[in-house]
């Protein structure tokens, strides 16, 4: 993926932090949840809004916005500014490397309503990634799900229970070459993204 562009956080308090550009509040949350996130290049997020489109009947569920069409690593419930700024450095003294990951499979999950799309075999880089970040984030007082990490980007929610899932003949190769920190809040019934923070993955 291309080198995505810092975007300093939206919602800043009196007497802030800042830590190398990340701008926390000492007192108060920024954002209601934080996320560590792959995005997508926007060839990719192109190729999966065409898929679903013809793939799929247009009564399948509620499309994903373009703009939540990522793949969470890591996430955080409503963490306090005090854990974000503890979060920080751990993140950023990661040296993890580079990797190309193919989207070639997909799923669904009856007991969420979820349909997604995701890599099979996924990297040993992506799953060592993904490890790495939860620990990090669990250190901090965020617990992390129980079940194993499932590399996944979800399509459509709400999806019924009698849907049947098209062939896979896909094979979308994705250079992934950084991951982001991004915050959500629901505002009057929307939600607002913001990416906070993009770190760099390694070339081996």
């Not at 669904?108 to 970040?133: I, K």
């Amino acid at each position: 993926m291309g080198t995505i562009p810092l975007i300093r956080a939206s919602y800043l308090f009196p007497s802030t932090i800042v830590i190398r550009n990340f701008v926390v509040s000492p007192t108060k949350t920024v954002a209601d949840n934080y996320f560590l996130a792959l995005t997508l290049p926007s060839s990719a997020t192109e190729q999966l809004i065409n898929w679903r489109a013809t793939a799929l009947p247009a009564d399948a569920g509620i499309p994903v916005a373009r703009e939540q069409l990522y793949m969470v690593l890591a996430w955080m419930n409503a963490p306090s500014a005090s854990q974000l700024v503890r979060l920080q450095p751990l993140i950023a003294s990661l040296q993890s490397p580079s990797f190309t990951l193919t989207l070639n499979d997909a799923g669904y999950w009856p007991r969420s309503g979820q349909l997604w799309v995701g890599c099979r075999p996924a990297p040993r880089e992506l799953l060592q990634l993904a490890d790495l970040l939860r620990s990090r984030v669990a250190r901090v007082g965020c617990p992390q799900p129980a079940f194993p990490f499932h590399p996944h980007i979800t399509l459509l929610r709400q999806v019924p229970a009698s849907i049947r899932l098209p062939g896979r003949d896909f094979s979308w190769p994705i250079t992934c070459q950084n991951f982001s920190l991004m915050s959500s809040r629901y505002q009057r019934g929307r939600l607002t993204l913001n990416t906070e923070h993009c770190y760099p993955l390694f070339d081996r």
